[in-house]
């Protein structure tokens, strides 16, 4: 994981950099973006680093393949605010001591998803893992572009429900 | 038309809580003549308020006023401040009820003679049986326009319907269909017929389910004897010197008090709120609280032994299309001990969205083993379990160390399941899920009991008055003016969903009052 430190650069160029860094990347002082520069997301209470690392928490807490980082990134945007700050910092150094502890450099820096669990299932009991997980329930499944991932069709009554539209139309009993 | 009562008038009868027993005994009083004034803790939501969407509808609807939980049941560690899944709106539960309306069978209104001592229970026979309470189911069915009673057809099956009952029948199970339902199958009492919507749970926006609140509600304002108060949260009840009760006092929505006089006050607020408001009623006369002289105020809680079975299939099933809960299973709800527990269960269709199955699926649960099955949310069928629980003397609500926003102490719901509810539960859970194996699911599991939905029995009704806390018409053994009129009443829980026999039993308890009040008994 890089970090560019340089001030200065646009948007762009950062998204650009993140593109050339690979995998999701830090990409500047307040910036995080996917590495094919589809989205970005600025945070300005905690570092860049530590949002990569949530975002990465929240995709091993609850991982779905078919998933983009997006709404992972939604789901844990709200860690970015000062009444958080505290957690966050106590919360990802206890994370990355957990990593540390199993012979990792930090949590980020694994490679392997089963690897990373690991480390997670050391912290799950604390308030931190406990809180992101319990908050992704329905900062992940309740967002509502995320529904049609999963085939659910969310609410019916404004086409009259599905008595004409499907309700019984399983064909391979 | 709508009814204006004052304060001071002692005529009234005081009805705490709209529900399936409050709402219903509010209508019957006052189609009677009777003078009624329902206080209804919260505000009023009719169809087009509803909200199809789980959280949204969760935050408008559920009863989310702090309560605290103990025992080694799982809720208490899952969803520790919400033991219960309950509304707090005009009509209360029956908004958010799945509409199923199955009567008791024969023998389970006679559990301590059936079944015998179960070791660890507190098992009690009904003061009522079947033959009694017949007419009044069949009053209750024509109410609620119950599908497969009186010659009405039942509801057409969904996907997830066809699915379970094809491994039903596999299995060879025999009573199986899409249920005696309190959603109508075609037009039926103003109410249209069912549009296969789905979110049953959130209040129907058709109004093609049964609730109070746009039913028995409304049809009592317009009598001009009914005057319902929302916002308003029962502090206490008032008695006089000699032991009669003599009114309530409530917190209106800005939090003053008020003190609304009573001929006759019944309590409605559900299985928690219920025997919380007699506790926190005691008085220097009463100091266990009310009706309390057998010390049964509150114990014996039952929440149905509960639990649901997902099935994982390779083609799709799309559960959520459709009503939540039309299907059920009945032929495990016999008393049969060869099973290795007393009582039984029914099993009946269930569907989550994917948020709320997200919450609920492994509560806690997180990793691969999760996700991969919601991966298959659109291929999933789902049944809930609904068995006789075990009523236990331990399992009870008291008077938390927590207060509420009117300063108040909440309920604290402890509960531990009994030998014979996990028996239960496993027997189901094994049947549930050989049922979708049957039709070739790829993967099954059971998922733990949700916040209850069914609270049953912290008031019950006993012959003798030291066996519980009210007699065989509801009113409270030691007070002949105070009446219990919801699900706490129930000696047993039955494999039933309660909602029905409330129902019943609200309209057996009006005609009494009605006829005690014009008898000058009461």
């Known amino acids: 994981m890089t970090r560019v430190e340089r001030k200065g650069l646009t948007r762009r160029a950062l998204l650009g ?137 969310g609410e019916s009554f404004s086409q009259g429900g599905y008595i004409d539209r499907g309700f019984d139309d399983i064909d391979w009993l | 038309m709508v009814a204006k009562f004052d304060l001071n008038d002692d005529s009234v009868v005081v009805i705490i809580g709209t529900g399936a027993g409050g709402g219903v005994l509010a209508n019957e009083l006052a189609q009677k003549g009777v003078k009624v004034v329902a206080l209804e803790a919260g505000g009023r939501y009719l169809p087009d308020d509803y909200i199809n969407d789980e959280w949204d509808s969760f935050g408008q609807l559920a009863w989310l006023d702090a309560r605290t939980t103990s025992g080694d049941w799982r809720v208490a560690k899952d969803f520790a401040g919400l033991p219960a899944w309950i509304v707090k709106a005009v009509g209360g539960t029956t908004t958010h009820w799945a509409g199923a309306s199955i ?126 108060r929302e916002h308003a949260h029962v502090a206490r009840i008032l008695h006089d010197d000699t032991g009669k009760v003599t009114g309530v006092e409530y917190f209106d929505k800005e939090g003053n008090l008020h003190l ?43 929440r149905h032994t509960t639990g649901s079975i997902y099935g994982i299939f390779d083609k799709p099933v799309r559960m959520w299309r459709g009503t939540t809960m039309a299907g059920i299973v009945q032929d495990e709800a016999r008393h049969d001990p060869s099973r290795g527990f007393v009582g039984g269960y029914e099993l009946e269709t269930l569907a989550l969205g994917l948020p709320f199955m997200a919450a609920f699926l492994n509560p806690g649960g997180w990793g691969r083993g999760f996700t991969t099955a919601l991966d298959h949310y659109e291929n999933m069928a789902g049944m809930w379990i609904v068995g006789e629980d075990m009523p236990q003397a331990t399992n009870r609500i008291t008077l938390s160390e927590t207060k509420d926003q009117w ?57 003798r008055p030291e066996d519980g806390v009210c007699n065989k018409w509801g009113q409270t053994h030691d007070i002949a003016n105070l009446f219990i009129s919801d699900g706490s009443q129930f000696t047993t829980g039955a494999a039933e969903n309660p909602t029905l026999t409330i129902v019943a039993l609200a309209i057996r308890q009006a005609d009494h009052i009605a006829r005690e009040m014009a008898a000058g008994n009461l």
């Open chain 1, 17 to 153: 950099r993140a593109v050339a860094a690979g995998a999701l990347a830090v990409a500047g002082t307040g910036f995080i973006a996917a590495p094919d520069a589809a989205w970005a997301m600025e945070v300005s209470v905690i570092t860049p680093e530590q949002m990569a690392t949530l975002m990465q928490m929240a995709r091993d807490i609850y991982p779905h393949d078919q998933v983009a980082d997006r709404f992972y990134a939604v789901a844990v945007k709200g860690y970015d605010d000062a009444a958080a700050k505290d957690l966050v910092d106590a919360g990802i150094a206890a994370l990355n001591a957990a990593a540390q502890a199993q012979g990792h450099a930090d949590y980020l820096s694994i490679g392997w998803e089963e690897d990373r669990v690991k480390v997670l299932q050391a912290i799950e009991g604390e308030v931190f893992f406990q809180t992101v997980r319990a908050g992704l329930v329905t900062g992940l499944y309740n967002q509502k572009d995320v529904w049609p991932i999963f085939g659910y069709e």
């Open chain 2, 103 to 228: 009567r008791f069978q024969e023998h389970e209104w006679k559990a301590l003679s059936t079944y015998g001592a179960v070791e660890g229970a507190n098992l009690l026979d009904w003061p009522i049986d079947a033959a009694e309470m017949e007419p009044w189911y069949a009053l209750a069915e024509t109410k609620l326009g119950v599908t497969l009673t009186e010659g009405r057809a039942g509801l057409p099956g969904n996907n997830n319907y066809k699915v379970f009952e094809a491994g039903a029948k596999k299995l060879g199970y025999k009573e199986v269909h899409t249920g005696r339902m309190a959603i109508n199958s075609s037009d039926y009492d103003e109410r249209p017929a069912c549009q296969q919507t789905g979110f049953c749970f959130q209040g129907c926006k058709w109004g093609a389910k049964w609730s109070a609140a746009y039913t028995d509600i409304p049809r009592g304002e317009a009598t001009g004897n009914l005057e319902v």
């Open chain 2, 260 to 302: 609304q006089k009573a001929r006759i006050v019944s309590v409605a607020g559900n299985s928690f709120e219920s025997p919380r408001l007699l506790l926190n009623s005691a008085s220097s006369m009463f100091p266990n609280g009310l009706a309390n002289s057998s010390d049964q105020v509150g114990r014996n809680y039952m």
């Open chain 2, 407 to 463: 300063g108040l102490p909440v309920a604290n719901v402890h509960f531990s399941d009994h030998p014979n509810d996990v028996a239960m539960r496993n027997h189901a859970y094994k049947q549930g899920m050989a049922i979708y194996d049957a039709v070739g699911a790829t993967r099954s599991f059971p998922t733990p009991p949700y916040p209850s939905t069914h609270n049953l029995g912290t008031n019950r009704m006993s012959e």
